[in-house]
């Protein structure tokens, strides 16, 4: 209790001076705060932000250095401390400083091979390309965007409610930029592009980088600016001893900022009121400690409060203000209306498929959130490694969006590995390329090499004046070992191959829906590994024209929190032409004898995944399947395969306690409960119970209509993808079964 009136004391005396001085000259003493850079050890800023409003202590000038200039020019806009604090307890910050858009704003269409792979290599014109940083920050540079719509059009900051200017590093002279015209988000952007980390910002002719590099602490442009009185907040224990460097980011840091020790002891003596915050257990890339961080800052704030309170009132008697002190100071903004849209930067896709995906129109009138949801449209697509915009004012709320674009290498060469109980290891490789052929149009080849090999080819050309229409083409095919149950005990192996060839329209609705029609022709073959006996052995091939529904909504392609996945195919099977053979006890029978029909028939296959968020830690998924063959009579062929946890077969319904196809049926509905628990970070815990009723249509496997299941996963989220190792119960054999998956399925 002892230390704070002192800490008051002290700092009275220290103000007294100056407060005496500016008293003689007439004029009210000139407050500057500067923010230090430090990453997410920056978001301690806002609880000294938060003690100068709750003591009406005015700010005439701020500066700031990466983190601490976004968190500045923000509380110069006239965001209060409390508003910064609420967003950014709200913002996904992984997502914020992820290279990878989240899944949710990626395309329909491209959201089954996205972000599944180890290993992506870009090409352009045949060579590898690489950028001047890991993330480009495209997610980053929306959300600030959207954040400063307050100051839209204001291109002097000296003009923000409060003074702004922050700091970058040339990075061809290593020297000392100040940026306080043109561009805010653009300005922050270069603030805080960590080299290597973040690519680098051009401004001008000049390429910058983060400022913390040469001025980490910029008191000096606080004087410079005019400031009387400096305070000082900072998060950066300056350069960390060895066993403090830990991650991939602290070294960058400590590599990139010897220079800025020397301008930091310099500043620190120019700091009248200096407030220092410890938070050595935790680094630059403690993005998921927000909480924690923005607690110990409103800790120190509350230390710092008596000494901001008595500046303010001590001032206030001295100079009495014009106008009362305010929290909010925000400017009111009107939604903008677009007289013209301008790109450039497109070099392989053109303009109208651009602005087709944009979806804005000249005339309209939109908010920030309306362009950046669109903009994210155009995102969505991977054509683009990175879009930004700027709105030049006309008057009369109207503007000019000037947007600026940087597209991705039309060429990826990647690489994944994926072990899976049933079909074993494979080395997976990926050829993508986009503008194949024909312009606005992305084609890749997917290969599985292993035991069971596997082969996805697939095109897609956009079409439509919002190029929300698609025709696509595609070939598959795979190569399986299937086993074949009887009572759950194995009775024949089969060896199975599937070739199909697609073509298909598709209707994107938004980024989340779809729903389309198309026609398959499919090629079987089916051979048995040994003898038994009953044999159906041969090939045959078939048509099948359908419609489908896609719905795929989940917010991140592994151990999703929120969102459903949803996909429904119906359609018409026909033109069967079967060249099957049945063989009983080694001699061969007709199939219709034995109830073995190729006739055509109706199918429907629906699977859903539903996420339901219960708490931070825990997500419920309430798993649904359903499959019917109408009118069939095929045996093997065709039927639908029940069991696993993973889609890794065609005609799969997954279901716990069982593997794959230890039921083979022609009708079929699952019902399956996970509860989705992350007891350490990226670490989890799956109890799954399921439920099937199959053969209420048709007869395939005729003894047992119901089945019923349990399971354990133990998973973890890795560069790898999943790696998951479970234990499942059945209840109708008693027995324990062991299943193990590595890597994203093929």
């Given at each position: 209790m002892r230390k704070r009136p002192a800490l008051v004391y002290f700092f009275t005396l220290l103000l007294l001076p100056a407060l005496v001085f500016a008293q003689e000259g007439g004029k009210r003493p000139k407050i500057g705060l500067t923010l230090s850079g430090g990453g997410a050890k920056g978001l301690a800023h806002i609880g000294i932000l938060q003690a100068l409003?709750?003591?009406?202590?005015?700010?005439?000038?701020?500066?700031?250095?990466?983190?601490?200039?976004?968190?500045?020019?923000?509380?110069?806009?006239?965001?209060?401390?409390?508003?910064?604090?609420?967003?950014?307890?709200?913002?996904?910050?992984?997502?914020?400083?992820?290279?990878?858009?989240?899944?949710?704003?990626?395309s329909f269409e491209e959201k089954r091979e996205y972000n599944k792979y180890l290993i992506e290599i870009p090409f352009e014109y045949g060579k590898p390309k690489l950028a001047s940083g890991v993330i480009a920050g495209e997610q980053l540079w929306l959300e600030l965007a959207r954040l400063c719509w307050p100051v839209n059009g204001v291109k002097d900051f000296s003009q923000f409610d409060i003074p702004f200017k922050c700091i970058a590093t040339d990075v061809t002279t290593g020297e000392v930029v100040t940026l306080d015209t043109g561009d805010i988000v653009t300005a922050i952007r270069a603030s805080m592009a960590i080299p290597s980390v973040f690519?680098?910002?051009?401004?001008?002719?000049?390429?910058?980088?983060?400022?913390?590099?040469?001025?980490?602490?910029?008191?000096?442009?606080?004087?410079?600016?005019?400031?009387?009185?400096?305070?000082?907040?900072n998060v950066s224990g300056g350069l960390r001893k060895a066993e403090?460097?830990?991650?991939?980011?602290?070294?960058?840091?400590?590599?990139?900022?010897?220079?800025?020790?020397?301008?930091f002891k310099q500043a620190?003596?120019?700091?009248?009121?200096?407030?220092?915050h410890h938070l050595d257990n935790y680094s630059a890339a403690s993005f998921g400690s927000v909480d924690s961080l923005l607690d110990i800052g409103k800790k120190k704030g509350a230390e710092l409060y008596p000494v901001f309170k008595q500046m303010a009132d001590s001032l206030n008697a001295l100079y009495p203000p014009e106008t009362?002190?305010?929290?909010?100071?925000?400017?009111?903004?009107p939604d903008i209306e677009l007289t013209d849209i301008k790109v450039t930067g497109l070099v392989h896709s053109d303009e109208s498929f651009f602005l087709g995906r944009l979806g804005l129109l000249k005339g309209g009138c939109y908010t920030p959130t309306d362009i950046k949801e669109a903009v994210l449209n155009v995102f969505g697509t991977r054509f683009y490694k990175m879009i930004t915009y700027q709105l030049e004012p006309k008057g009369d709320g109207k503007s000019v969006m000037d947007i600026s674009v940087e597209e991705n290498p039309l060429t990826y060469v990647k690489f994944a590995l994926q072990y899976n109980s049933f079909t074993n290891a494979s080395a997976i490789m990926n050829i993508t390329q986009r503008n194949f052929v024909v312009p606005n149009s992305r084609a890749f080849v997917s290969v599985a090499i292993g035991e069971n090999p596997r082969v996805l080819a697939e095109f897609f050309k956009y079409l439509g004046p919002k190029r929300n229409f698609g025709f696509g083409l595609g070939g598959y095919f795979e190569d399986n070992a299937l086993t074949l149950y009887k009572d759950y005990k194995r009775q024949m192996e089969y060896h199975l191959k599937y070739l199909s060839g697609d073509i298909r329209f598709q209707y994107t609705l938004n980024s989340m829906m779809a729903v389309g029609?198309?026609?398959?022709?499919?090629?079987?073959?089916?051979?048995?590994?040994?003898?038994?006996?009953?044999?159906?052995?041969?090939?045959?091939?078939?048509m099948n024209s359908y419609v489908y529904v896609g719905i795929n909504s989940l917010d991140r392609k592994v151990y999703p929190r929120r969102g459903v996945d949803f996909q429904l195919e119906s359609g018409w099977v026909y033109r069967q032409q079967e060249g099957y053979r049945l063989y009983k006890d080694g001699v061969e029978v007709l199939p219709e004898d034995y109830n073995y029909n190729f006739n055509n028939y109706q199918r429907t296959l629906m699977q859903m995944k539903y996420n339901i968020p219960f708490n931070y830690n825990g997500t419920l998924q309430v798993q649904l399947g359903g499959a019917a063959n109408f009118s069939h009579r095929q045996g093997p062929v065709n039927a639908f395969l029940l069991g696993g946890l993973n889609n890794v077969i065609r005609n799969q319904l997954p279901i716990v306690g069982i593997r794959e196809a230890e039921i083979t049926t022609s009708s079929a509905a699952t019902i399956q409960l996970s509860y989705q628990y992350e007891f350490m970070r990226n670490t989890y815990a799956i109890p799954r119970a399921g439920v099937a009723l199959y053969d209420f249509l048709g007869d395939v496997s005729a003894k047992y209509k119901y089945m019923s299941g349990y399971g354990l996963t133990g998973g973890y989220s890795s560069f790898l993808g999943p790696i998951e190792a479970s234990v499942m119960y059945c209840d109708q054999d008693g027995r324990l079964r062991m299943y193990v998956n590595i890597g994203f399925n093929f």
């Open positions: 409003d709750s003591a009406g202590l005015k700010v005439d000038y701020i500066t700031g250095t990466s983190m601490g200039s976004i968190i500045g020019s923000l509380y110069a806009m006239g965001y209060s401390g409390d508003t910064i604090e609420k967003m950014a307890r709200q913002m996904d910050w992984d997502n914020l400083f992820s290279n990878q858009p989240v899944l949710t704003d990626i690519t680098a910002v051009k401004i001008g002719d000049k390429k910058l980088v983060d400022g913390g590099v040469v001025r980490n602490f910029p008191v000096i442009t606080a004087k410079e600016m005019g400031a009387d009185l400096v305070i000082g907040s403090q460097l830990v991650t991939p980011l602290d070294i960058i840091y400590q590599l990139g900022f010897y220079k800025d020790a020397d301008d620190k003596k120019l700091t009248d009121i200096y407030i220092q009362p002190f305010r929290k909010n100071r925000l400017p009111f903004t029609i198309g026609s398959r022709y499919e090629f079987l073959n089916i051979n048995p590994r040994y003898e038994s006996v009953e044999v159906l052995r041969g090939n045959g091939n078939q």
